[in-house]
């Protein structure tokens, strides 16, 4: 399943790198970033690992304000687009094609923080993941994540209507079908954990098995603003949320 999901993303990798694109053009969109960055890791440059880093956007950020990043991605397409993208906008930021859930090529208490955004939904085992990624973060170190409750079994009335509101909307202002892609996908996606489960939910409570003392999860304000193009063209994925579990202090 994991090369499966893996090979899909690659393929995908293109559309993907174009929103990234957009996105680091995106005045607006980078300084929401960077904000949320600041706030959360603080003004001390720290060690940090970026687990589904895709096109390097996050990376990129973090970089930018001084922290010590490694990426990974399980998808060969997604770690080349995160090369070339770190060589584009000069980030000295280590990119490796890894997978996100043993992590083989980490050392245990070498991180301060362990970042991802829209990646944790696709892990094929949270609970194996989570352990690992406590493992590798330093005591007192945190897991940051920003995700959503990408659940594609039983969609209701509403989510339907909305993802043809999406494929028109995405349609018309980027000449593609990506709602539809994600249905024609559904199969693989929905064999992972987490597509099947309530979210966020069911990340605490896996966070809580494994024993993380401290985690605050909260509603991702920002993403969820049914104001915005980017929500109806993307907000039938489900309420995004922000995650950050802290590893006991020795």
């Known amino acids: 399943m994991f090369e499966k999901i893996e ?39 720290l060690r940090i690992l970026e687990v589904g880093c895709g096109p390097g956007f996050m990376s990129i950020i973090a970089a930018r304000l001084g922290h010590d990043v ?25 990119i490796c094609e890894e997978d996100g859930v ?16 829209d990646a944790v939904w ?37 989510n339907k209507i909305h993802m043809k509101i999406a494929d028109f909307l995405i349609y018309v202002t980027e000449r593609k079908t990506y709602g539809s892609d994600v249905k024609e996908n559904s199969g693989i996606y929905e064999k992972l954990p987490f597509t099947s489960q309530k979210r966020p939910e069911a990340d605490f409570q896996i966070l809580k098995k494994v024993r ?16 915005t193009m980017d929500f109806w063209k993307y907000g039938y ?10 590893k006991k202090e020795k």
């Open 7 to 45: 090979n899909k993303w690659t393929e995908d990798s293109g559309d993907y790198d174009d929103m990234i694109q957009k996105q680091l053009s995106n005045k607006r969109t980078v300084s929401h970033w960077t904000k949320e960055l600041k706030r959360l890791l603080g003004p001390e440059p």
């Open 70 to 94: 490694k990426a990974i991605d399980g998808s060969s397409g997604m770690v080349e687009k995160a090369r070339r993208n770190m060589r584009q906008y000069h980030q000295q930021v280590e």
């Open 102 to 117: 043993t992590l083989p090529l980490e050392q245990e208490q070498s991180y301060d923080v362990i970042l991802s955004r």
């Open 122 to 158: 696709t892990l094929y085992d949270p609970e194996k993941a989570f352990r690992r990624w406590k493992a590798v973060l330093k005591p007192g170190g945190r897991i940051i994540y920003f995700d959503g409750d990408y659940r594609t079994v039983e969609p209701t009335l509403k």
């Open 212 to 227: 993380f003392a401290r985690i605050q999860i909260r509603e991702n304000r920002w993403l969820n603003r049914p104001w």
């Open 237 to 246: 994925q489900g309420k995004k949320f922000i995650v950050v579990a802290t």
